[in-house]
């Protein structure tokens, strides 16, 4: 699954044409969202101070993406618009701890575009549409991992891939955004073996043993 | 450990005292919060519109608790004031489910009061907090959990307790609070059995085996 089959508004005038203007535009827009964002957050973003850093008229700005939950999801769409593949460490439990080191990188990353892009959803419709879209092409790009590990052997065929994937990185989301605890160097690991060893013993084979217990 | 334990700030004027005219006019004032909360969210929340529903004078509300920061951390800290226990099911994957249903039926409650207090969360220093000593709260409830599971011979005795409680309810949180996915019937006891899956074969146990995998 790639990122443009999961975006419906394909057709829209801000896709992305290589060296043409509008292309030009729109990338100047998001690198002065990014920066925006990284000084003053959400609640400092505005689009008179991205039309300034961006070097484009206020005018083409509000035409083209109207406010800023506009801006941040046409931003958080671009960025799924990348080859971004999942960690390939030859074993299960390996391919989800590098994922979770990506995650908790990013998570913990300054300035914390990410962590303001995760607020943001909160306070933007357009943004958290387009937050979910994000998540959405990036859990099924890491698809693969488990398409792996059961042609490697380490999992039953009918293995449910979202439910591992979620079971594997939850933790490492609940504590950085909504627990906020200090960072734990051993969290992605951790969070990726006890996936692991659920899915040895059956977690998330398909179809569900019991859902009753 | 009691939610008074937890907290630093016990001596404040605001302490609960059955009976007294503090306690009351706290009481009404979070009778307030909530109202205003689930008809208007974080948005809508003022100290004007709170004092007014609360019939408590505005020049109390704006000295008691400053802003409306104040007033949802004084709302937060209010909620581990109770008796709750986590449900007692005599099995690990049991209280894990019950758990994670409790969790769910939160997230999705309508009008939506804890959604708002953790969209809140990431808006207000203070909420933010009052939120984390409320999660550090009822996860330090939920260790007897695994207490009872360690007696009844269902897990190791060094087991990490917190890191198996995150395991078993960070999806029912990711996916409700982050993905945003609709609700899953099937998603706390998956979630549930997951964590007990891989508690049993070891996850959770202390010291880790081996954190460089």
Redesign the interface.
């Known amino acids: 699954m790639t990122s443009e089959a999961a975006r419906p508004e394909d057709a829209r005038p801000t896709r992305r044409r290589p060296g043409g203007r509008t292309a030009r535009i729109r990338a100047q827009v998001h690198d002065a969202v990014l920066a925006e964002l990284g000084e003053h957050g959400y609640d400092g973003l505005t689009m008179d101070a991205v039309a300034a850093r961006a070097g484009v008229h206020r005018a083409t700005v509000y035409r083209r993406w109207g406010d800023v939950g506009g801006l941040l999801a046409d931003f958080l769409d671009a960025a799924s618009d990348d080859d971004w593949r999942p960690p390939d460490t030859a074993s299960l ?2 391919d989800l ?1 590098a994922l979770n080191r990506e995650i908790q990188d990013a998570l913990t990353a300054r300035p914390p575009i990410v962590a303001a892009l ?2 943001a959803s ?2 933007s419709e357009q943004a ?1 549409q387009a937050q ?1 879209r994000l ?1 959405e092409d990036r859990y099924a790009r890491c698809e693969v991992i488990v398409g792996r590990a059961v042609r490697r052997g380490e999992l039953p065929p009918h293995t449910d891939a979202r ?1 591992l994937l ?2 594997a ?3 490492v ?3 950085l ?4 605890t200090p960072p734990d160097p ?1 969290l992605p ?3 990726a ?3 692991a ?2 899915a ?5 084979a398909e179809p ?1 043993p019991d ?3």
């Not at 955004?177 to 906020?180: A, G, M, S, T, Y």
């Open positions: 439990k390996g701890a995760i607020a909160f306070r958290d979910r998540w439910r979620i079971a990185t939850a933790p989301y609940h504590q955004v909504l627990l906020r051993h690991d951790r969070a073996r006890t996936a060893l659920a040895s013993a059956g977690a998330f569900p859902d009753d217990a």
